[in-house]
T-cell receptor, first 115, second 111 residues
């Protein structure tokens, strides 16, 4: 398996522009997570999907952030409009959760710089 | 609120055993995670504990005591490649799936 695939790997944009990050989870996984990591705030979980349904989006920082999962093999995280403080590494992870067992596999991340 | 405490930095010798502690104060408890992250790379999921006790996975083991709000990650037969940041994250109960992350422990393994 190719693992979790994220695109783009790097994104530089100007303040006010729309940014769309993409994720292809590992086939067969029923959970998908979007994380953000900065030096200031560390690693944060933004949103969790289970079976393509958003279960918990309480980590999403503002209404400018939105995430979708139209099918089991694709998810997007959108920032509109982007701001310099959104600059971070955004990770997508997929996994499975059965009873007390849980696993997660991370993608390589998208490094976003908003100027 | 939620509070996760872990040491900022630890050093150890190759071949030795190291224990990285994590204490937490949360409104309820619904699982504790450990992750490894090498500089400039994505995190790697190591373990998930929701019940008390020790879980072993090869050279890595994770322990949880819910009554004490305490967990540790035990690394045996340390290798140079184990030099990384180790993140503890706790999920509180109450319906939210979003865990609170500690700031991580930077482990340096020297020869």
């Amino acid at each position: 398996d190719a693992g979790v695939i994220q695109s783009p790997r790097h994104e530089v944009t100007e303040m006010g522009q729309e940014v769309t990050l993409r994720c292809k989870p590992i086939s067969g996984h029923n959970s998908l997570f979007w994380y953000r990591q900065t030096m200031m705030r560390g690693l944060e979980l933004l949103i969790y999907f289970n079976n393509n349904v958003p279960i918990d989006d309480s980590g999403m920082p503002e209404d400018r952030f939105s995430a979708k999962m139209p099918n089991a093999s694709f998810s997007t995280l959108k920032i509109q409009p982007s701001e310099p403080r959104d600059s971070a590494v955004y990770f997508c992870a997929s996994g499975s959760r059965e009873g007390s067992m849980e696993t997660q596999y991370f993608g390589p991340g998208t490094r976003l710089l908003v100027l | 609120g939620q509070n996760i405490d872990q040491p900022t930095e630890m050093t150890a010798t190759e071949g030795a055993i190291v224990q990285i502690n994590c204490t937490y104060q949360t409104s309820g408890f619904n699982g504790l995670f450990w992750y490894q992250q090498h500089a400039g790379e994505a995190p790697t999921f190591l373990s998930y504990n929701v019940l008390d006790g020790l879980e072993e996975k090869g050279r890595f083991s994770s322990f949880l005591s819910r009554s004490k709000g305490y967990s540790y990650l035990l690394l045996k037969e340390l290798q140079m490649k184990d030099s990384a940041s180790y993140l503890c994250a706790v999920r509180a109960s109450g319906g939210s799936y979003i865990p609170t992350f500690g700031r991580g422990t930077s482990l340096i393994v020297h020869p």
